[in-house]
């Protein structure tokens, strides 16, 4: 018999269509992929190098459960030049193996069985699994097209119960893109229970300015890593930044569950924060995404879809679908197996995507318009004509 947490963990929609997208690939049809978050670029060579020499000096085993002390003082300095966080302690960053162990010790460590966390809906679509996994109740907290998919403060004090333990922020969001505004970052702070802000697409931001969580408080777990703004996804390196008297219980758990992140890889991480030749990529790849972002946006607009108030950071287009289906999901792989390009459907990330698709920009222009022009074909043609749906045109 399978565990029931197991079985009730709902599957993730996005690789459902890649896996799916993969086999139409692998039975000779050409596929353009719209519907995977993960960078296109190659690891910067700076990057690379540091691991390889890590290697060659032999740098193969286990390391500090906390991670080596060169990349905590690497975050401390990134978070104090950045964001302005002065005094911030390499006891308080953790390093894991990826964000989602990330996630997992964080959550353990502040929730009990029967408490709740507080999501935006639309959220990340694995964040309930997490919390419901351990035990928890998601509690989903609606946000509008028309406000940015934006926290309204107000609409978080309706859900706050005695047994609400966290809030969970993630700015720039996936998979709306969207930033969060300080003054709301700041009122959410004062709400009384812990935030976890997941930063993970800092950097990533081509208008208006990313905020860290720790600005406002410090009452807060902090979750960032390096798959998305250094193109190292396969690398899987992340790290939290917790309150001191959080350091040991996570600690423990890292010692008992994951023992620590791998040695090389951490020497990676080191070269993205602290060599500052670098930042060339990192601004490099951040200029093309902007250049992708604002051609993307035009042209999901010209063939109907419905986009308020324009993503403005992370590489996603979260687009209402409506003037086309009311079934996000069908749609997505109808999408897929007649146009053949690959997006995300927004059910995915909750009850209130329902109706929106989520288009990804982590893919070359002419990818990118290749995409578009099969989406306007079919829509605006095969589809139109056997009467599969609305034209926005008419």
């Not at 709902?10 to 049809?29: H, T």
């Not at 976890?196 to 208006?208: A, F, K, M, P, R």
């Not at 917790?242 to 791998?262: C, G, W, Y």
Request: charged share 25%.
């Amino acid at each position: 018999m399978i565990c029931k947490r197991v079985c009730d963990i709902n599957p993730f929609i996005v690789m459902d269509v890649l896996e799916k997208a993969q086999e139409m690939e692998r039975a000779g049809e050409s596929v353009i992929h719209l519907e995977v978050g993960e960078p296109d670029f190659d690891t910067p060579e700076i990057i690379k190098e540091a691991a390889i020499e890590a290697l060659r000096r032999g740098e193969t085993h286990y390391t500090h459960s906390l991670g080596i002390p060169a990349l905590r003082e690497a975050v401390c300095e990134h978070y104090a030049e950045a964001y302005g966080v002065k005094g911030l302690e390499p006891n308080r960053v953790i390093v894991t193996s990826g964000t989602s162990p990330g996630f997992l010790v964080a959550l353990s460590t502040i929730m009990e069985r029967g408490e709740k966390v507080v999501l935006s809906d639309p959220h990340y679509a694995c964040y309930p699994n997490f919390i419901r996994y351990l035990g928890g109740e998601p509690v989903m907290v609606r946000v509008d097209e028309a406000d940015g998919f934006q926290y309204r403060p107000e609409a978080i004090r309706k859900v706050l119960t005695p047994d609400t333990r966290a809030i969970f922020v993630n700015s720039p969001a996936n998979p709306t893109g969207n930033l969060l505004e300080a003054e709301r970052m700041a009122e959410i702070a004062r709400m009384g229970p812990w935030v976890l802000s997941d930063e993970i697409y800092h950097g990533l931001v081509y208008q208006g300015q990313a905020r860290s969580m720790l600005e406002f408080t410090d009452r807060c777990i902090v979750l960032n890593g390096f798959s998305k703004l250094y193109a190292m996804t396969g690398w899987r390196l992340g790290y939290l930044i917790v309150p001191e008297d959080l350091t040991r219980p996570v600690q423990k758990m890292m010692q008992n569950f994951f023992i620590s992140a791998n040695a090389a890889v951490q020497r990676a991480g080191v070269a993205a924060l602290a060599d500052p030749r670098v930042k060339e990529d990192v601004e490099r790849m951040r200029r093309t995404y902007d250049e992708r972002r604002r051609f993307i946006v035009d042209g999901l607009r010209e063939i109907g879809f419905g986009i308020t108030v324009e993503p403005t950071g992370a590489f996603y287009v979260f687009a209402n679908a409506r003037p086309f289906t009311d079934d996000s999901y069908a749609f997505a792989f109808e999408v897929l197996e007649k146009a053949r390009v690959g997006i995300t459907p927004g059910v995915d990330f909750g009850r209130n995507g329902q109706g929106y698709v989520r288009f990804s920009y982590a893919n070359s222009l002419e990818n990118i318009a290749e995409g578009l022009r099969r989406l306007k074909d079919y829509l605006h043609g095969e589809r139109r004509s056997r009467g599969s749906g609305g034209d926005p045109s008419e």
